[in-house]
């Protein structure tokens, strides 16, 4: 058995040598995965994998895309350690991390003879298949036979999970989080959340967005949301995407633009908790384009995030008027449109200058003890709201 630097290479690497032994006869084997907290049904399932081809290659999510489609909190072991893990194996004999959502481009490189896929592998869409075949491999489907999965390691490990933290597979009707075809565990602890809106907010707007190339953030927008984070509150984007229902761009874009997003954050230590995005136009009539609740309502759930103490955070009025309707704190940015698409007539409870002027302005709220706004419920509570902001402006 080779030494695990011998296994763990990156991926141009891994491609040349597969290249090599393919022309040398061999029968090159490909499967990826997060394989975050390695389990025997791990173990099992590559051993049998390896059993069909004579060489094993195998992709490991970066930590970055393991977050776009698990969520919070996962992965639980960082990218190289997992990588390291899965090289320790005998039955695999080479290891690359890879930062795309799906497989295509592995495929492309790699051109497999196989392209094996866990039983319980719920990607949609055949495109992946297409790509092997397209050079005269196949795709298989190898079922798990040891059913342990991460989540429920976690889950047992935490005790305290609610039942309710069931799996869920599959996009919800309205909307989608940028996990659609994963599990999710809801934190067992109740917390208070910024959400954010992506473009104008975090990054500077350019009409559809979606060339990860073009995605600059804004000043301060790193500094404040390192601030939220060391307050303890989760960082939530949620985000109106109708160039996608426009036919500008598709999804795919969407997702790297968000991983350009990731990477500008990193330097700030930034963690984003989960991204949700609403793909329709603006006459789908869907629930989950801002102002529309259903994204939020759908953090709340699945993040068990404490509404009635969160914030969000906007540079239009459609941002103000989601979190309004959530009862939420709500703060206009006056960067991207700083609200002056004047369509809700929503007062916000502050106005900032960037993001960080944001988390500055919650710091001191909290630091003074002042109340956080009672949650919101129809007109005459918004008006209770308006005076109680202006008692609060009056004592500065
Ligand atoms: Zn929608």
């Known amino acids: 058995m080779s030494p695990i630097s011998d296994k763990f290479l990156p991926r141009d690497d891994v491609v040349r040598i597969c290249r090599d032994l393919q022309a040398r006869g061999r029968r090159i084997g490909f499967t990826s995965g997060a394989f975050d907290l390695i389990h025997a049904g791990h173990a099992d399932f ?36 997992r990588a ?86 599959g996009p919800s009707e309205d909307g989608q989080s940028a996990g659609e075809f994963c599990f999710d565990v809801r934190p067992a602890k109740t917390a208070p959340a910024v959400f954010l809106d992506r473009d104008g907010t975090i990054n500077v707007e350019t009409e559809y967005l979606h060339e990860p190339e073009r995605l600059e953030l804004l000043p301060g927008a790193g500094e404040g949301m390192r601030r939220f984070m060391d307050m303890g509150y989760r960082i939530v984007v949620v985000t109106n995407q109708a160039g996608i229902a426009l036919g500008y761009f598709a999804k795919e874009d969407f997702y790297k633009t968000n991983r350009a997003m990731f990477r500008a954050l990193k330097p700030f230590g930034v963690v984003i908790d989960r991204i949700y995005f609403c793909p329709h136009g603006l006459n789908d009539g869907c629930s989950c384009r801002k102002p529309g609740t259903a994204l939020v309502e759908r953090a709340r759930e699945e993040l068990n995030l404490d509404l009635a103490h969160s914030v969000f955070i906007g540079d239009r009025t459609s941002d103000l008027e989601t979190g309004r309707r959530t009862g939420m704190t709500t703060i206009l940015v006056r960067t991207g449109a700083a609200g002056s698409d004047g369509e809700y007539g929503v007062e916000p409870d502050y106005v900032a200058s960037d993001l960080s002027d944001a988390a500055r302005w919650v710091l001191e709220r909290e630091r003074t003890g002042a109340p956080f706004p009672e949650p919101v419920r129809g007109k005459r509570a918004l008006t209770q709201r308006l005076v109680a902001k202006s008692i609060r402006k009056g004592k500065r």
């Open 46 to 81: 590559l051993e049998r994998a390896r059993a069909l081809c004579d060489v094993l290659v195998v992709g490991v999510n970066t930590d970055d895309s393991v977050r776009q489609y698990k969520g919070s909190g996962r992965p639980v072991v960082p990218e190289d350690r």
């Open 84 to 169: 390291h893990l899965v090289a320790a194996l005998e039955s695999v004999d080479y290891v690359f991390l890879f930062e795309e959502r799906r497989n295509a481009r592995n495929l492309e490189l790699l051109k497999p003879q196989l392209y094996i896929k866990a039983g319980d592998y719920t990607e949609s869409g055949l495109t992946s298949s297409e790509v092997v075949e397209r050079h005269g491999g196949e795709a298989v489907i190898l079922p798990i036979e040891i059913a342990t999965s991460t989540t429920d390691l976690i889950r047992r490990a935490c005790g305290s999970l609610s039942p309710d933290a069931a799996e869920k597979t």
